[in-house]
Structure formats: C-alpha cells, structure tokens
C-alpha cells in the first residue's frame, strides 16, 4: 500500500535525520524531493502546493530551529501536515438516526461499491446491529445476485429485489420492509455508471430524497488516482456526500487519491478497502496512515487487529509456558503461525510494522512470507504428535516420510527443523532474560 510514496518519503527522511544542522538550504533541497515524490504520487497541484508551503513556514521557524534534533522535528511537521492533509481524526460513521439508519452507496461502476456494501455489513453485524443489505443496481446484469451471495456468505439479510423493479420502487419497499421488521441499518447498494452523468446523478438524487440517509457514501477506487477525487468532487456538488470509502488501496502504489480527496472535496474518508476478501475494510484513520507513510508503522491498527482477531486464550497459554521455561515445541511453532494468519498474514502485518522492523523480517515477509507459512504448517501436520513434542527424535527415515507425506523434498522439512531450533533458542532466551536480552542478541 502506497508502497512508491513510501520508499520516497522515507529517503527524503533518512537524508534529513543525517543533517546536523539545517540550514535553509537543505530544508529547501529536502522540501523540493517532497514535492516531486507527492507530484509522482499523483497528488493534485494545489494540494501539493499548499502542502509544500506550510511545511517549509513550519521547517523554517522557530519549533524547528529552536530544537535539539532539527531533522526530526522537520520529519514531525511533515508527519502532522499529512495527517491534517488527509483529515486529522477518523470520521465515524454516523448511524445517529431513527432506526433504520440508512446507508446510500453510490460510486461508478467497478469501484467497489457492492464488495464495500457486503463488507460495510460484516463491520456492523461485528458490532451487534441488525443490518439489512438492498441493492437497486438493475443495470449491470447480476448485481443484485452478487450482492445476495455476499450476504448469504456473511449470514446478513439481503432484501429480495429484482432487476425488472425499478430503483425507487426498490426502494420504498426495502424501507416499508425494514421498518416493519425493526432493522438497525439499511446499507443501500445503487447503480453505477462508467462516468458521473445526468441519468445517474437524477436516478441518486431521487432514491437519496426518498430513503432520507444519514450517511452518502461515496465509493471511489485509489488506483485512479486523481480522477477518483476528481469524480468524487463532481458527485459531492449535486448530493450532500457525508464521506467517502477509498478502495483498492492494497493496489495503490501511489496513493495520491488518499492524500488529496479530503483536500479537494471537503468530505472525510470514512473507510478503506484494503483487500478484495470481505473482511479487506477499515476505517480510516488520518494520523496512522500518516505514520505508515513515513514508514514509522501502524502499530495503534495492529494492536486492535490482534485484540480482534487473535485467541486470548491461546494467547496467555502461550505466554504462561513461555515464562515458565517449558520447552517450546512444533505444536506451539504451528499454533503461533496460525495466530498469525488469523491477524490477516504476514503481508497485512508487515504493512503495518515500522520500516526497519519489516526491513529485518524482509527475507519472509509479504505473500511469499504467507505461503512459506502455509508449508511450513503442511509439514508439521505431516508428523506424529510425539514428533512434534520432542522434534529430536525426527532422523532420516522419518524425514523422508514426513516429507512425503507434506508432499516436499527432504531439505524442506530439515529447513523447518533449522527454523523451529532458532526460534526454540529464542524462547529459551525471553523466558531467562526477558525481551531486553533477546533485543541485545539480536543487534549482535
Ligand atoms: P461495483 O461495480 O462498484 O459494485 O464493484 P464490485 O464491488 O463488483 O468490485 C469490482 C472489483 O473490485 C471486484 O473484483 C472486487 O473484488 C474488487 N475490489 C473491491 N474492493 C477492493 C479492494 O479494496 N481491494 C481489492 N484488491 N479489490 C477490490
């Protein structure tokens, strides 16, 4: 994710924390590369612009200057301004109405918008609401069907219309339907269109005067870059938008959408769609992607990631025989890959790390890093419960029919048994020394 922008920025930053001093002249070279990493990002003229200009008025005066380390003080400003740029704080969704509170999505075609509905639901469902998906997309053929087999998979009620209804007919009975059996949310699923036209934005305004929304999303995908603020701009002037979801940000290398539809429409950024799987959104929250940017990790995301999706349970056993010194064997080895597969894989987590933590883990990192892991898991299932407690009883003849069994060459599973001593040393160390000692050892 904005993986380009990224690898810049943090050039840009790298160069200034080597400065011990700074000068106006090399604020002014370090500003020029931001610029031209933002422009390459396809961030819009004026945003960088402005951008460009509050950053240096801030890099040049006192705060800055004054400080003990000038270069990181230059690296906060930046950080701050990014975040302001795309909005400050995380704008929630607002659901403050008389139930059914309804949820009107519209976007251009393959933007995402249904994925995003079904998603959206599977948010909501997770916080307890009682949620109702429609979808009034008669045009583009099995819409409504996609729609239906996503809330299906989800176990959220889809309401039964058809692509012989007309919009607002759909729509007035969803609501009747909603009302009578006592819906919390309705997330309203409409038609897009190749580009913003007349027939649309009619067909919108009447559905958004009929269903009364509390929320317009608006749903744009970040890989077109400025066209996708650009179009979002031009839907936000006809209807009263109250956010937008950027999706495909898993794509986005650039990532100028994300930094300047805030900028240029007005209007929040209210999720990202970081994934084509039905748990891939999230909310958007300005400083964390900040942060990500900058390569200084989004570990606030990370930890809430893990409270959701990792097994307490597990979790403090783990933890208990780790303390107490008892040998660590493959059967914990394969329950800490899964723990870590629950929290989306390797490449989700990676994402999130700060820089030089994923530059260390770099070698296994990303998909490829998932699919080793998914090995991995394959030969361990392979062995007998007693191998795995004591792996020093695993030689040559049970090498090979392990091997055979995981369907892998013999050099894989001595490879997993290399990985699992390194990481048994590695626990012996935490539970002697703690977590300060294994940090020693391994700056080496
Ligand atoms: P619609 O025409 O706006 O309803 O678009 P769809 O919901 O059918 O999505 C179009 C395509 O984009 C589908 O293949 C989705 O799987 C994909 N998609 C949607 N959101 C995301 C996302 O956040 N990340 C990725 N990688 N793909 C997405």
Redesign the pocket.
């Known amino acids: 994710m904005l993986e380009n922008l990224s690898g810049r920025l943090q050039q840009v930053i790298k160069t200034l924390r080597g400065q011990a001093r700074l000068t106006e002249d090399n604020i002014s070279d370090a500003m020029r590369e931001v610029r031209m990493a933002l422009l390459e990002a396809d961030v819009a003229l004026p945003v960088v612009k402005d951008f460009i200009a509050q950053v240096k008025e801030r890099a040049q005066g006192r705060e800055v200057l004054q400080s003990l380390s000038p270069g990181q003080a230059v690296i906060q400003v930046v950080h701050e301004e990014l975040t302001r740029l795309m909005g400050e704080q995380n704008s929630e969704l607002n659901l403050a109405a008389v139930p059914p509170a309804i949820v009107l999505m519209a976007?251009l075609?393959?933007?995402?918008?249904?994925?995003?509905s079904a998603k959206l639901a599977r948010l909501l469902k997770g916080q307890k609401k009682k949620v109702l998906l429609a979808s009034a997309d008669v045009y583009?053929p099995a819409?409504i069907e996609?729609l239906k087999t996503l809330a299906a998979s989800l176990e959220v009620d889809c309401f039964d219309s058809n692509a012989t209804q007309k919009p607002l007919d759909i729509a007035a009975a969803t609501l009747d339907y909603a009302r009578r059996h006592y819906y919390d949310v309705v997330i309203f699923d409409t038609a897009?269109r190749l580009g913003i036209d007349e027939a649309m934005m009619a067909e919108i305004s009447k559905l958004h005067t009929l269903l009364k929304p509390i929320e317009t999303l608006f749903?744009v995908d970040a890989m077109q870059g400025q066209d996708a603020v650009n179009t979002a701009r031009a839907f936000g002037e006809t209807l009263p938008l109250t956010g937008v979801v950027l999706?495909?940000?898993?794509?986005d290398a650039r990532g100028g959408a994300a930094l300047s539809v805030r900028h240029i429409t007005g209007k929040p950024i209210k999720f990202i769609?970081?994934?084509?799987k039905v748990d891939?959104l999230e909310p958007f929250h300005p400083e964390r992607m900040a942060s990500r940017v900058l390569g200084m990790g989004d570990v606030l995301s990370l930890i809430e990631q893990a409270q959701k999706n990792v097994d307490l349970d597990e979790a403090k056993r783990f933890a208990d025989k780790v303390k107490s010194g008892k040998s660590f064997d493959l059967d914990d080895f394969k329950a800490q890959m899964q723990q870590m597969r629950n929290m989306g894989g390797m490449a989700a987590l990676m994402d999130k790390m700060p820089a030089q933590v994923a530059g260390m883990a770099g070698q296994m990192g990303g998909e490829q890093g998932d699919k080793a892991m998914r090995r991995l898991e394959g030969i361990i299932n392979s062995m007998t419960p007693s191998e795995r407690r004591k792996p020093e009883i695993i030689k040559a003849t049970r090498k090979r029919r392990i091997a055979a069994g995981a369907g892998v060459q013999v050099q894989e599973v001595n490879r997993l048994l290399n990985q699992f001593e390194e990481a048994q040393k590695m626990m012996k160390m935490i539970s002697k020394g703690g977590m300060a000692k294994m940090m020693r050892a391994m700056q080496g």
């Open positions: 976007g075609q393959g933007s995402g918008k249904t994925t995003t583009r819409a996609q897009g749903v999706t495909k940000l898993d794509g769609g970081v994934s084509e891939g």
